[in-house]
T-cell receptor, first 111, second 113 residues
Framework: GENVEQHPSTLSVQEGDSAVIKCTYSDSASNYFPWYKQELGKRPQLIIDIRSNVGEKKDQRIAVTLNKTAKHFSLHITETQPEDSAVYFCAASRVADGLTFGKGTHLIIQP | NAGVMQNPRHLVRRRGQEARLRCSPMKGHSHVYWYRQLPEEGLKFMVYLQKENIIDESGMPKERFSAEFPKEGPSILRIQQVVRGDSAAYFC???????????FGSGTRLTVV
């Protein structure tokens, strides 16, 4: 089955700086890669996703890049703000399978 | 559209009791997924259902756990004879179609005492 590794487990950045979270996956057949943001005690919320026919996708301050050859994908948050503080999960899946999630990255934005 | 509704939000059960967790998907969504989240962990896939059918239950423990999504009514995750290790947050998600972007419910936090 699929195995997703996520790094780092904790990331602390100064407000206004950029944050990058990286994930690798094992199943070359995976073709869907979403990112979720989970605030303490709340539901995971989809913030951006990418499919395997696209290398990069951007939505305002958030971008995701995908390297299918190397089997890794990354989340980039620019101009970080205090409300970006949360746990971020990457995930991967292929047709007929449920999502396999990484263990999460606790992002801390320092004022 | 009220989103994915899960209830109860919190559930306390004694060891050996049964836990029933309910999930109503978003209107129009026929794909339902259940995930378990242990403290400080990511979400682990349990089961994927479409109306009246279990599509993939590869993440579900073989004993004590079952899931259904009847033609009418919510999806139910049932845990029989609960043990302390079942304590976790259980999230349900639904989607319009496969890979169309899940929407998660607020979760049910099960505590086994």
């Amino acid at each position: 089955g699929e195995n997703v590794e996520q790094h780092p487990s904790t990331l602390s950045v100064q407000e206004g700086d950029s944050a990058v979270i990286k994930c690798t996956y094992s199943d070359s057949a995976s073709n869907y890669f979403p990112w979720y943001k989970q605030e303490l005690g709340k539901r995971p919320q989809l913030i951006i996703d990418i499919r395997s026919n696209v290398g990069e996708k951007k939505d305002q301050r958030i971008a995701v890049t995908l390297n299918k050859t190397a089997k890794h994908f990354s989340l980039h948050i620019t101009e970080t703000q205090p409300e970006d503080s949360a746990v971020y999960f990457c995930a991967a899946s292929r047709v007929a399978d449920g999502l396999t999630f990484g263990k999460g990255t606790h992002l801390i934005i320092q004022p | 559209n009220a989103g994915v509704m899960q209830n109860p939000r919190h559930l306390v059960r004694r060891r050996g009791q049964e836990a029933r967790l309910r999930c109503s998907p978003m209107k129009g969504h026929s794909h339902v997924y259940w995930y378990r989240q242990l403290p400080e962990e990511g979400l682990k896939f349990m089961v994927y259902l479409q109306k009246e059918n279990i599509i993939d239950e590869s993440g579900m423990p073989k004993e004590r756990f079952s899931a259904e999504f009847p033609k009418e009514g919510p999806s139910i995750l049932r845990i029989q004879q609960v043990v302390r290790g079942d304590s976790a947050a259980y999230f349900c998600a639904s989607s319009l179609a496969k890979h169309y972007g899940y929407t998660f419910g607020s979760g049910t936090r099960l505590t086994v005492v």
